[in-house]
């Protein structure tokens, strides 16, 4: 590969991972102006775009990234910046590795958050509720984002595939 093609690449996946962080920021400003984007009914649709992994590896540093920053800017906890950013991170990943089975892909956000978000919930931002409710609630509010949304947004690229994909 030449010099040229490498640097292009690069650019590429910097300036892709770079506007899916500002997008995730914004689609989760306009999720926290409606009230959905904390606490124990959330659902952020910025998390929809924990799809884009399947057609970009750009995605998973963006998505981290973006969560990262929203969380900074929408005034959470310090532990719920690392922890729930480090949850955005392994759904990212997780998506990346089933690629390949458009069904499943949605399936590691959703986990990450089910199984990362209801402690903070409960012990960092001791909200009234049970361990069990933080799950339902935030499993449903990720089903809607990632699953449904997500999906969504799956077909809308997968027609476009070609100028999605690095």
């Known amino acids: 590969m030449n010099k040229e093609k490498k640097t292009?690449?690069?650019?590429?996946?910097?300036?892709?991972?770079?506007?899916?962080a500002a997008l995730y920021v914004v689609l989760t400003l306009i999720?926290?102006?409606?009230?959905?984007?904390?606490?124990?009914?959330?659902?952020?649709f910025s998390e929809a775009l924990t799809i884009l992994p399947v057609f970009t590896p750009a995605a998973i540093p963006g998505l981290f990234a973006g969560c990262l920053l929203s969380n900074l800017i929408t005034g959470a906890m310090p532990q719920d910046v690392i922890f729930g950013s480090l949850a955005t991170l392994a759904g990212a990943l997780g998506t990346?590795?089933?690629?390949?089975y458009k069904w499943l892909a949605p399936i590691p956000p959703i986990l990450a958050?089910?199984?990362?978000?209801?402690?903070?919930?409960?012990?960092?931002?001791?909200i009234p509720g049970s361990l069990g409710y933080f799950a339902l609630t935030v499993?449903?509010?990720?089903?809607?984002?990632?699953g449904i949304l997500g999906m969504l947004l799956y077909f809308a690229l997968k027609k476009?595939?070609?100028?999605?994909?690095l």
């Open 8 to 20: 292009g690449n690069q650019t590429l996946y910097l300036t892709q991972g770079a506007m899916i």
């Open 31 to 44: 999720a926290n102006a409606f009230g959905l984007a904390s606490m124990a009914i959330q659902v952020r």
């Open 96 to 100: 990346y590795a089933l690629r390949r």
């Open 113 to 126: 958050n089910v199984i990362v978000v209801p402690p903070l919930l409960a012990y960092v931002y001791q």
């Open 139 to 146: 499993g449903i509010g990720e089903i809607i984002s990632c």
């Open 160 to 165: 476009s595939r070609a100028a999605v994909v």
